[in-house]
């Protein structure tokens, strides 16, 4: 019997802006003909019949005949222009004097990546890329890779999760053993067959910090932190206490300021502790996330050595003096 083939879309989603194409197909009983066929909206309002560049309600339509290598299988598509919204269309067809439809729908997807992920050796490390957008029907996954090459999760320096924020889907890859900068592809798949695709990097970061020995009549003691290798500048830089509190301007005693402000991937940060009484352990903190600290530990040591008079001797000397002059 004469039926209907829609393919919706030929990709699992398209971006904002871009253009999608559906394709649909009619198979035809031997002896009937396609008398009609016609891409219809939502509304069931004709879009077009013939091909041909058409527009209906600010959006941009290009119908077009495809080519069959049978004379009962009749094919035609539809592009939509600068897609900016999810859309539901329909592929109608008047066969042998029946009526056949099929519908379906266009998901306008997105994805979003984490941004200014920045490590330090050491430390473990997650980006994460969210799908937004596609159809809560839809069984899609997420798969990781570097340099073209798939990451399992069984290398041992990475681990994958998936979740859900709402209704996008989220996948997180968690790294260690970073030593240098890093690029990450996300792939989610599922969506008709097709696939979407982001990339996230890893900034490796270095802080050096340089202590301080104040010694003799110093009473200044100055502590600095270089950043380096940095990709992007610091939204702000601060020193701490030993007991994590934040020094502020308008702390007695303290005056800090960049030596060398950032410039291509480096700042040197300092402190001044003035008067240094006595040692301590200072935190510098380069923030490349508001309120996530990548930092770095410079020690403050006063150690002078003090001079004290022998009383004793004095003393002895002063009550001689005194009896021999009796």
């Known amino acids: 019997s004469s039926g209907i083939n829609a393919e919706w879309p030929l990709r699992p989603g398209v971006f904002s802006g871009e253009t999608a194409t559906l394709t649909c197909s009619v198979t035809a ?3 009937e003909t396609v008398i009609v066929k016609q891409w219809k909206d939502s ?6 019949s013939t091909a041909g560049d058409s527009e209906m309600n600010d959006v941009s339509y290009r119908i077009v005949d495809l080519e069959t290598t049978s004379e009962q299988v009749f094919s035609w598509a539809i592009e939509v222009k600068l897609l900016t919204m999810d859309m539901s269309l329909m592929c109608w067809a008047l066969v042998g004097g029946k009526p056949v439809e099929e519908t379906g729908q266009i998901d306008v997807v997105g994805i979003t990546s984490s941004k200014n992920t920045v490590t330090l050796t050491g430390e473990r490390t997650s980006v994460s890329c969210s799908l937004t957008g596609a159809s809560s029907e839809a069984s899609t996954t997420v798969q990781w890779s570097q340099n073209s090459s798939p990451i399992t999760g069984d290398e041992g320096s990475y681990s994958l999760s998936t979740d859900f924020s709402g209704s996008d889907k989220v996948g997180v890859l968690t790294a260690s053993s ?4 890093q690029t990450f592809t996300c792939t989610f798949t599922g969506i008709g067959g097709g696939s979407v695709s982001s990339t996230v990097n890893i900034d490796h970061v270095t802080i050096t910090p340089n202590s301080y020995n104040v010694t ?4 200044t003691g100055t502590l600095s932190c270089v950043l380096s290798g940095a990709n992007q500048a610091p939204i702000k830089t601060k ?8 020094i502020t301007g308008t702390d007695p ?3 800090f300021h960049s030596s060398v402000p950032y410039e291509n991937g480096e700042e040197t940060f300092l402190l ?6 006595e040692s301590s352990e200072f935190i510098c903190c380069f923030e490349f996330i508001e309120n996530v600290c990548k930092t770095a530990v410079a020690l403050l040591e006063v150690s002078r050595e003090e001079v004290i008079e022998d009383e ?3 003393e002895g000397e002063g009550e001689g003096e005194g009896e021999g002059e009796g």
């Open 43 to 48: 509304s069931a309002n004709i879009i077009g």
């Open 216 to 219: 003799g009549n110093q009473t």
């Open 29 to 31: 009983d031997e002896g």
């Open 312 to 314: 004793g001797e004095g």
């Open 178 to 181: 970073i030593t240098s900068d």
């Open 272 to 277: 001044f502790v003035d008067p240094a009484t």
């Open 239 to 246: 020193w701490l206490r030993s007991d994590e509190s934040e």
């Open 253 to 255: 005693g303290f005056e």
